[in-house]
């Protein structure tokens, strides 16, 4: 099956620090992509639909300035966490669809455990 | 529009068989199954992507009912690995951006 990298695996930072994530599909080309939060035993909630070549849809209450996406290219997406604080701190998890598959499914990546002192 | 996932838990004895439901209240394009266990990404189970349709690998099988806008998840003769938290996304028919909307999840824990 089609491979989703993310990176880091697990940041910790201070808070008011900036994070990236970057998310790549490894072997195939995905226009769209998203970006998943998760708390501990919870369900994945999506935070943006991010979209090659142009800007990310967001879900509501999900801040467009906090979290910033970038999808530069068909196999590269990135998130950053501006100003990080506690609150912030969770399981992201990128993920993207291989559309030219025969079932379309939905690839995950590993995800990043982000702690946020 | 999330769908809703029944049981919440379920606790198995190696061997024996359970069915996990995912309900929605609107028209599905299609439903995906997903098993993810702690600490880990959700994996891909199986898509289904036509009313009525049933899919199936090893002793994991899934139907779709499109009238009942509702997918039932089949395990039997369960395993040890078969233990994590499955999720049920489901696209809807009118939806943009071909997103999913995930249920809640099912904590199956298979024990010896």
């Known amino acids: 099956g089609a491979v989703v990298s993310q990176h880091p695996s697990r940041v910790i930072c201070k808070s008011g620090t900036s994070v990236k994530i970057e998310c790549r599909s490894l072997?195939?080309?995905?226009?769209?992509m998203f970006w998943y939060r998760q708390f501990p035993k919870k369900s994945l909630m999506l935070m943006a639909t991010?979209?090659?070549?142009?800007?990310?849809?967001?879900e509501q209450g999900v801040e467009k300035d906090k979290f910033l996406i970038n999808h530069a290219s068909l196999t590269l997406s990135t998130l950053t966490v501006t100003s990080a604080h506690p609150e912030d701190s969770s399981f992201y998890i990128c993920?993207?669809?291989?559309?030219?598959?025969?079932?379309?499914?939905?690839?995950f990546g590993p995800g990043t455990r982000l702690t946020v002192l | 529009q999330q769908p809703v996932q029944s049981p919440q838990a379920v606790i198995l004895r190696e061997g024996e068989d359970a069915v996990i439901n995912c309900s929605s209240s609107?028209?599905?394009?299609?439903v995906h199954w997903y098993r993810q266990k702690h600490g880990e990404a959700p994996i891909f189970l199986m898509i289904?992507?036509?009313g009525g349709e049933q899919k199936g690998h090893d002793k994991i099988s899934a139907s779709f009912n499109e009238k009942k806008q509702q997918s039932s998840l089949y395990l039997t003769a369960s395993q040890l690995s078969y233990s994590g938290t499955y999720f049920c996304?489901?696209?809807?028919?009118?939806?943009?951006?071909?997103?999913?909307?995930w249920g809640l999840g099912t904590s199956l824990a298979v024990n010896p």
């Open positions: 993920s993207a669809r291989d559309y030219s598959g025969r079932d379309n499914e939905q690839f």
């Open positions: 072997d195939f080309q995905a226009t769209t």
């Open positions: 991010s979209n090659e070549g142009s800007k990310a849809t967001y």
């Open positions: 609107k028209a599905l394009y299609s």
């Open positions: 289904l992507l036509k």
């Open positions: 996304g489901t696209e809807l028919l009118t939806g943009n951006n071909r997103k999913l909307i």
